[in-house]
C-alpha cells in the first residue's frame, strides 16, 4: 500500500533542490559548530519501502546512533539523522575536544548524549527553517529524540505516523563531504520523510502545479 502519487522528473527534481537548500544551511551550521568547512549534498531522491529503507543504514540488526523528529507544520513529515557508532564518537570528540568519548559501548555520559541531541537540534532547525523560508510554508521541529539501537527499531517507532497510511515513504537523502567535496565527512544518513499528504502543499508552494 502506498498513497504517492506517481512521480515524474520534475517533481524529483524539485525535491532533488528542496533538499540542497536545506542541505547547505545545514552544513552552514555544522561548519561552524566543528570549526571547519563542510558540505552537504542530496545524492538521491526516490520512493522505497519502509524495509529498504533499513539496508540504508546498514540493515534491520545494524546498531545506529539515530536522531529523529517529527516536522508539523504545512508540510508534516520526518527527518532522521544516522551515524554508525565510530563516527557519532568522533563527532563528538571533535565538538567536546574529548578524544575519551565513545559510543561502542555503554554507559554514555550524559554530557556527550546531550552534545549528541544538541547536534540534531542544529542540523534540523538550520536545514527546516531554510526551507519554511523559500517556501512560505510552516515547518517546525519536534524536540529531536536521540537513540542507540538497532536500525530496524529505531526506523519503525520513527515511522508509526507514515505507517498508518503507506508502507513506503519518499527519502530525500544527504552525504555530508570535507571541503574538498569528495571525502565523505561522515558516514551518515540525513533523511528528510515527507507525509504523503505534505507534497500537495510542497509542490503547489513551488509553482508545481501538475501534482494533485
Avoid: W
Amino acid at each position: 500500500m502506498t498513497l504517492f502519487h506517481p512521480l515524474n522528473s520534475t517533481h524529483l527534481d524539485v525535491l532533488k533542490e528542496v533538499g540542497n537548500i536545506g542541505a547547505g544551511h545545514s552544513a552552514t551550521a555544522l561548519s561552524q559548530l566543528l570549526n571547519r568547512r563542510i558540505d552537504m549534498k542530496v545524492p538521491d531522491v526516490q520512493i522505497i519501502s519502509f524495509n529498504d529503507m533499513m539496508d540504508i543504514v546498514g540493515g534491520i540488526e545494524n546498531i545506529v546512533v539515530s536522531i529523529f523528529l517529527r516536522i508539523t507544520g504545512d508540510v508534516p513529515g520526518s527527518m532522521f539523522v544516522f551515524l554508525p557508532l565510530e563516527e557519532a564518537g568522533m563527532f563528538v570528540q571533535q565538538i567536546l575536544k574529548d578524544d575519551s568519548i565513545s559510543f561502542l559501548t555503554p554507559p554514555f555520559s550524559d554530557l556527550s548524549l546531550s552534545a549528541l541531541g544538541e547536534i540534531g537540534n542544529i542540523l534540523a532547525g538550520s536545514y527546516l527553517s531554510s526551507l519554511s523560508d523559500f517556501t512560505k510554508l510552516q515547518m517546525m521541529p519536534s524536540v529531536p529524540s536521540l537513540c542507540i539501537d538497532m536500525a530496524g527499531a529505531v526506523i519503525g517507532n520513527g515511522l508509526v505516523e507514515v505507517s498508518h497510511s503507506s508502507d513506503s515513504a519518499i527519502i530525500i537523502d544527504t552525504v555530508m563531504y570535507d571541503d574538498d567535496g569528495q571525502t565523505p565527512a561522515f558516514k551518515g544518513h540525513f533523511l528528510l520523510i515527507p507525509d504523503p499528504d505534505s507534497l500537495f502543499p510542497l509542490f503547489y508552494a513551488l509553482g508545481v502545479a501538475d501534482y494533485v
